[in-house]
Every structure is written in structure tokens, then in C-alpha cells.
């Protein structure tokens, strides 16, 4: 694999890679692939070693950005098992990913036997240690070559893996944020909803400009009024009143996190009032300075809890609460992390263990993939 940071031929040791494994600079041994064709389905389901894909120059993702993605984490637990959290979840918003994009959807069965695959492959290549975490990335992206702007007729899914640290590299480090009021990142009616990776490129912009006034991360308004708050980068808000939890409803512009739905939950579980509803920008800074407003945080996959510190706009800067990680986004951020890595109770049945013991299928028959292939109308 010449030429790819990261790869085998390029990379420390795992050993040493695991002392301080970052996020998302090294990769694992393996990857999995699936292929589907219009007439044919999905067939031909490998794990295969870790290696460069073969796409042409006039590859249709490269043209028109035809690719969609998924991120969650494998956790090592006691005994040397490994589990994720709510994969299902992220299986069926893959496909409603893929539905957005005139894509075909990945049966959820194979989805969850391709994570399988990963870790049961790559199971040594999970950090120890709070926090830590394989991080799997499974995507799909048009594998046709042609100009010609349609849904391409061939795909191609991918899963591939990384041992991960903290997202910001810090842990709990409060994070800065500048309100972009220049740039929208989804529309009404766009893919705002959907893990498209042209939604990400089209966020860089915005990112960058909240790194030129000195900021961690950028935070999205609505594109209509540019009043409502709706996202922080790729993750979702909470905005904390004491006792009282509220998150930006989904409007068809917000992804539907997988870890803003847990922690809804997880909050009411403990006794905190959990809903949905609408900040503005101007309301987030007025009830920031006046107290009212207690913490901030954002949530992600990739990130998990991190508290927000303070915002910077074209109008001035302000702190949230004293600055610092408050108790409610902490006690959010431990309950979490200890049902994920599993010192906690699972009463809602979300970690789901994946690459128990037992060989490792390097591909899958036809007949065993019969039953959960098909041929979904795009």
C-alpha cells in the first residue's frame, strides 16, 4: 500500500499506535467490502486485508458525489468481548442515508455481520484504557464511471476501522465555538438529514472560519431566518436550564444523531426533563449572560459528550456558565461512557456485542447470503 499514511507500510507498530492511537490516523488490518449491480443485488461480501480500491478517473462519486457513511464505536468490555451501541440504529439510518441519495439499501442483517467481521478480524486493534474505543467506519459510494448525471447502476459498501482517543484530543476540554452567519450547512428539503459525504464538504468552509477567530468548532444556523441554532459541526446541541435538557427538534436539515437520541433518553432515565424544541442565537446568548442557561454540550459519535465553553460571533463573545465542563454534561458523558465500555446497566438492551470468539469468515457463500440480499427498488 505505498503512498497511504497510516497503512502498513507506513505505520509504527500497533503497540506503539495503541499507546496513543489519536482519531482516525491509523487503520486496522482489514476492511470488508460488498458489491451491488442493478439486476443483480448485493453479492460478492469479502473481508479482504486493508488495501487502495480500484476506481477509474471518471469514477460517478468523484463527478457528482454520489457516497454516503456511517461512524460508530466498538468498545472493549471484561473477558476480552467487544460491543457497540445501538448499531441497528445506525444500520437503518444507513439506509435511510442511502434512500436520500437514490442509493440501494443495505439489507440491516448484513450491515451488522459486516461490523461483525471488523472487530472478530481486528479485535486486537481495540485500545484499552476510558474513552477509548475502534472506531468503524462502514460507507457506500457509487463504483460506475460515466458523466452522465443519473443514480449510478453499480455500488460499492465499505467498512474499515480505527483505534480512536478522545475526538479533540483533550477529553472533557470545554470547546470554543464561532456562530457562522455567512454559511448554511442544509437547507429545507436538502440532505441536512442524511450522512451524505457532500454535506461534510460543504461544512469546511465554515470550519475554517471559525479556526481564523480562533474557535474549536463552528456552529450552524438555519438557513431560512439564520436565527435557529441546529448543529456544532457534525454534532448535535444540548442546551442545559438546571434540571431541563433541550435539543434542536429535527427539521429535515439536522442529522438524527444516534447519540442525541440515547442521551434524550438516558436523561429522562435520570430524572432530568428531556425534550425537543427551538434556541435561537439571540436567546442562547441572552439567557447565557443572564444565568438562565446553565451548560452547553454537543454529542456525536465520534466525539461522544463534549461541553461547549464559550461562543464567538460577529456581535462579541460570550461564556456559558463559568466556562468549564458543568455537572449535568459530566454525569451525561459518564452514564454514557459506562454503558458503553459495560460498568453500567443496559436496561434498554442498546450495546449489542460484536466479533465474538470463532473463526474468521473471509467471505460469505451465495447461499448464506441469500436470504438477506434482495433487490430494493432505489
Known amino acids: 500500500m505505498p503512498g497511504m499514511p497510516g497503512s502498513a ?15 482516525g490516523r ?23 486485508r486493508y488495501a487502495p480500491l480500484p476506481i477509474e478517473p471518471a469514477n460517478m462519486t468523484l463527478q457528482y458525489a454520489q457516497t454516503v457513511l456511517e461512524g460508530l464505536k466498538a468498545h472493549r468490555r471484561s473477558g476480552g468481548a467487544a460491543a457497540a451501541l445501538r448499531p441497528h440504529v445506525h444500520a437503518r439510518r444507513f439506509q435511510a442515508s442511502a434512500r436520500r441519495m437514490a442509493m440501494p439499501e ?25 474513552g477509548r474505543s475502534l ?30 482517543d478522545s475526538y479533540f484530543g483533550t477529553g472533557a476540554r470545554p470547546v470554543s465555538v464561532w456562530l457562522c452567519e455567512d454559511y448554511a450547512r442544509a437547507v429545507p428539503g436538502g440532505t441536512g438529514a442524511a450522512k451524505a459525504g457532500a454535506n461534510y464538504a460543504a461544512s469546511l468552509l465554515g470550519q475554517a472560519q471559525a479556526a481564523e477567530h480562533g474557535c474549536d468548532q463552528v456552529v450552524w ?26 435539543t434542536p427538534a429535527l ?22 426533563r428531556a425534550e425537543e424544541g427551538r434556541i435561537s442565537a439571540e436567546q442562547w446568548r441572552r439567557d447565557a449572560e443572564s444565568g438562565a442557561l ?14 461547549v465553553g464559550s461562543v464567538t460571533s460577529a456581535a462579541g463573545t460570550w461564556a456559558v456558565g463559568d466556562g468549564g465542563a458543568g455537572p449535568v454534561t459530566g454525569r451525561l458523558r459518564a452514564e ?30 451465495a447461499a448464506d447470503l441469500r436470504g438477506l440480499l434482495r433487490t430494493p427498488a432505489r
Open 221 to 246: 444556523l438555519d438557513a431560512v431566518e439564520r436565527r435557529w441554532v441546529e448543529e456544532m459541526g457534525a454534532m448535535n446541541l444540548f442546551f442545559v436550564y438546571g434540571d431541563r435538557l433541550v
Open 9 to 23: 507500510d507506513h505505520r509504527p507498530g500497533r503497540e506503539e499506535i495503541l499507546r496513543s492511537p489519536g482519531f
Open 336 to 365: 454514557l461512557l459506562a454503558l458503553q465500555e459495560g460498568t453500567a446497566p443496559d436496561p434498554h438492551g442498546w450495546m449489542h456485542e460484536l466479533g465474538g470468539p470463532g473463526p474468521v469468515a473471509l467471505s460469505w457463500p
Open 135 to 164: 472506531y468503524l467506519r462502514p460507507f457506500m459510494f457509487a463504483h460506475e464511471s460515466g458523466f452522465g448525471v443519473r443514480a449510478a447502476d453499480s455500488y460499492l459498501f465499505v467498512v474499515v476501522a480505527s483505534p480512536n
Open 26 to 48: 491509523y487503520f486496522t488490518d482489514h476492511m470488508v467490502t460488498v458489491a451491488w449491480e442493478a439486476g443483480r443485488g448485493w453479492h460478492d461480501a469479502r473481508l479482504t
Open 294 to 307: 446553565t451548560e452547553v454540550f454537543a454529542c456525536g459519535t465520534a466525539a461522544g459528550v463534549a461541553p
Open 106 to 130: 443495505l439489507p440491516e442483517e448484513l450491515f451488522l455481520r459486516a461490523l461483525d467481521a471488523m472487530v472478530r478480524a481486528d479485535r486486537d486493534w481495540i485500545p484499552s484504557g476510558p
Open 251 to 272: 427539521t429535515g436539515s439536522l442529522l438524527p444523531g444516534v447519540t442525541r437520541s440515547t442521551l434524550l433518553a438516558l436523561a429522562r432515565d435520570l430524572g432530568y
